[in-house]
């Protein structure tokens, strides 16, 4: 068979292989197809849904299969929000909203209720608070913004500027390249031939190199290169294959730019300017990170308390609405009554106006019940924590809440909030206040790491004015042989053997210096500029929260007094309204029912404003641990990794050494009182293996704060003031984030830029 014949044979098989390919992914196609329309075929029809009924004003669900009315007080089998990716899986896509349609119906039921207290609604919250979300549609409309748990282990695992990019600079680096070569050449000169015009050789070649950099910017780098030769040459010493090999190694130290543990762990050993990557700020943006991720979780559970309150306010406000329109019903009806009796005072207008009252509060009712689409109490909509506004319906607002707690946003059961307002007088002394809030918020923290990352990029910055200039030093040991790492070979002209190793040496330094350093001086000044900026955003996030938990602790102020104002308010309405409702009254003179229809409106509203105002009160009371920056610890919740410690890790002897230093340091009573609680005293390490959480919560619960084991960082400080609520509230709970996993192999423990001081270490 030719070549030709060969090449089309080739062509044929490949043509045929592609052909069956092609029939066999059709064949998937069409498959897959039939599969999505015989599941699509299978879909259940939507059923008869929720219709609530203006004549009662009870909220239920029609159909012929809808229980009775029935309060469940059973964990929900909630289907979160899917994991999987599926599109609609979890959501309830087939179930249609609540809505006002078909009030009328006769054969409306109603629907299931769901009893949940506000710490259920915080739990549901964190066990679905992979997306940290609000009430905005910035998810929608920009999802890459979103906050969720992931930040920082994303940050952390950044390939480009993350701990674990920034620790793999200082990895030992190794290469090898092993090159066979068969080489036949005709050459016209002899002399370029070594001694042959036909140059034949087979030819080995390898080099490997380890390389390995510091934390002091030290580069250590072992050589090894092989050579093995055979060739037609005359002029060769060794008769067979010759192996040349050398063993080198070298050592390059700078000594200006890039010299120093400080400068590494900031900038990075291959850092350019602008371009900084060290382990100190690549935890430094870790450090962010968590911090906006507690901003985020935060603001999270304050917006699932707004909504609550606001679906709790909007079922007192119907029941209150409710009220008043039987109320004006009851009324128009008796003025009709009297009309057809021919009573004086219950003439045409009087009747008119009682009507168009009773069809005022059912168009009232219908709003408190369904609900306008407007913006309801959400963080930052004058207040930080979220000032109060009130004009949701139950529907809309029990949609809302289902949303901020991820689950189903349309279910057969509906959410009733089973948990009232805290009408407790509030008192927190001023001092307390503005002192948590200035070293508790994790807004100010998270501008101080920013401020101290711009404080390192401007010593990295300051540095690249130098000059490069390198230390360098090398040794090398060579040898020919005629096996590998042989130190002989046998001489083609007299067979005598020839002993062919030697040492070599070399140092010096090397100079790289831009003249003018003018790119280094921008940087440096740039970086200045960036570091002002940074201190002048710092002050003005302290004046803004100044500012916010002023505010807050004025808000508490008037809604505690507002409320006994309210009260009294409504208390006096209502004495009006029984007055101008009792029939001996009526019976006794001309009765003027514009002054009953007015008694109305007003006990509504007085009504509206006492249940405002104490949602507000107990909203002022969450806003004022927003702006303190202790929410978190008021519900009891705090940030844990997947390897956080437990009461079983092992404490190292280092930190029971420290721990004992610090209780040798504490004057004499204060280790009195502590040895009475039995958390001093101790004669072995298992011993104080296990008393030293004891004698850590002991000291720092004792009666002097101003003492410590280990100095704690600012945001460690407790709230003052905390004012407990009526009801149990959460139990001890922790949001899991997914594990920081940071690799230090490889780095000496006493250059280990991982073990460097870090923002958590400043004070």
Not at 496 to 514: D, I, K, Q, R
Not at 727 to 754: C, W
């Amino acid at each position: 068979m030719s070549s030709r014949q060969g090449n089309i044979a080739i062509a044929g098989v490949m043509i045929l292989v592609a052909a069956v390919g092609c029939a066999r992914n059709a064949g998937l196609v069409t498959h897959s197809l039939d599969s999505f329309l015989q599941a699509y075929q299978t879909l259940p029809l939507q059923e008869p849904e929720a219709i609530p009924s203006a004549n009662g004003l009870n909220i239920g669900t029609v159909g012929a299969d809808s229980p009775e009315f029935a309060t469940s007080s059973e964990s929900p089998s909630e289907p979160f929000l899917s994991d999987e990716g599926g599109h609609g899986k979890g959501i309830a896509i087939n179930r249609e909203p609540r809505s006002v349609k078909g009030a009328d119906s006769e054969d409306w039921q109603p629907p299931l209720a769901r009893n949940m207290a506000i710490d259920e609604a915080i739990q549901i919250a964190l066990k679905n608070s992979t997306v940290l979300r609000d009430f905005g549609a910035r998810v929608v409309e920009a999802p890459g913004v979103s906050k969720t748990i992931y930040g920082p282990s994303i940050r952390a695992n950044n390939a480009a500027d993350g701990v674990n990019a920034a620790l793999s600079a200082f990895d030992a680096q190794l290469s090898s390249d092993f090159l066979f070569e068969d080489n036949h050449q005709l050459l016209n000169n002899r002399i370029l031939g070594l001694g042959a015009n036909d140059f034949r050789q087979t030819l080995y070649r390898s080099k490997t190199s380890l390389s390995k950099k510091t934390a002091a910017g030290t580069e250590f780098i072992l050589r090894n290169n092989v050579t093995g030769d055979r060739n037609s040459s005359t002029s060769n010493l060794a008769r067979a294959r010759a192996w040349n090999w050398e063993l080198e190694t070298e050592i390059r130290q700078p000594l200006l730019l890039g010299r120093g543990v400080e400068f590494n762990q900031i900038a990075g050993p291959d850092a350019t300017l602008g371009g900084y990557k060290g382990v100190r700020l690549a935890r430094l943006n870790v450090d962010v990170s968590v911090s906006e991720l507690q901003v985020g979780l935060r603001d999270y559970l304050s917006n699932v308390q707004n909504a609550y309150w606001d679906l709790y306010f909007a079922y007192e406000n119907l029941a209150i609405k409710r009220e008043a329109r039987d109320r004006s019903r009851d009324t128009a009806m008796k003025l009709i009554r009297r009309k057809e009796e021919k009573i004086r005072g219950a003439e045409i207008d009087k009747v008119a106006r009682a009507e168009e009252q009773y069809f005022l509060f059912e168009e009232e009712v219908q709003n408190a019940l369904a609900g306008k689409l407007l913006l309801g109490t959400r963080n930052f909509n004058g207040s930080g924590g979220g000032t109060f506004q009130g004009m949701g319906g139950v529907y809309a607002c029990e949609r809302r809440l289902r949303m901020i707690l991820g689950i189903k946003i349309n279910d057969e059961k509906l959410i009733y909030t089973s948990t009232k307002p805290s009408v407790a007088p509030i008192s927190h002394a001023w001092a307390d206040v503005v002192s948590n809030a200035l070293t508790r918020r994790t807004e100010l923290r998270t501008q101080q790491l920013r401020v101290e990352k711009k404080r390192l990029e401007l010593i990295a910055s300051k540095a690249f004015a130098k000059p490069r200039l390198d230390a360098i030093g090398a040794y090398r040991y060579r040898g020919l042989g005629d096996r590998i790492y042989g130190t002989r070979v046998i001489s083609a002209e007299d067979g005598e053997a020839v002993y062919t190793p030697t040492h070599e040496w070399w140092g010096g330094l090397s100079l790289a210096y831009p003249v003018g350093q003018r790119q280094a001086h921008s940087a440096i000044r740039g970086a200045q500029l960036e570091f002002a900026r940074a201190q002048a955003l710092l002050v003005e996030v302290e004046r803004r929260i100044v500012l916010g938990v002023s505010n807050a602790r004025a808000e508490c102020d008037r809604a505690q007094k507002i409320v006994g104002l309210a009260n009294k308010r409504c208390a006096a309405a209502k004495l009006q309204y029984a007055t101008l409702q009792a029939d001996e009254v009526q019976d006794a003179r001309d009765f003027d029912y514009n002054g009953l229809l007015d008694s109305q409106q007003r006990l509504s509203q007085a009504e509206s404003s006492f249940l405002r105002a104490r949602v507000q009160h107990e909203l002022a009371l969450k806003n004022l641990h927003f702006e303190q920056g202790t929410l978190l610890d008021f519900l009891n919740i705090h940030l844990a990794s997947e390897s956080w410690p437990t009461s079983t890790t092992k404490i190292p002897q280092q930190k029971i050494a420290q721990v004992q230093r610090h209780l040798k340091a504490l004057p004499e009573m204060i280790r009195a009182r502590l040895g009475k609680s039995g958390v001093v005293h101790s004669s072995t390490a298992e011993t104080e293996q296990q008393k030293l959480p004891q004698i850590l919560d002991a000291v720092e619960n004792s009666d002097f704060p101003e003492l410590s084991v280990v100095p704690p960082p600012k945001s460690e400080a407790r709230p003052s003031g905390r004012q407990e609520p009526q009801e149990t509230f959460l139990e001890n709970s922790v949001l899991v984030v997914p594990d920081l996993e940071f690799s230090d192999a490889g780095i000496d423990s006493g250059n280990d830029p991982a073990h460097s001081k870090t923002s958590s270490d400043m004070p």
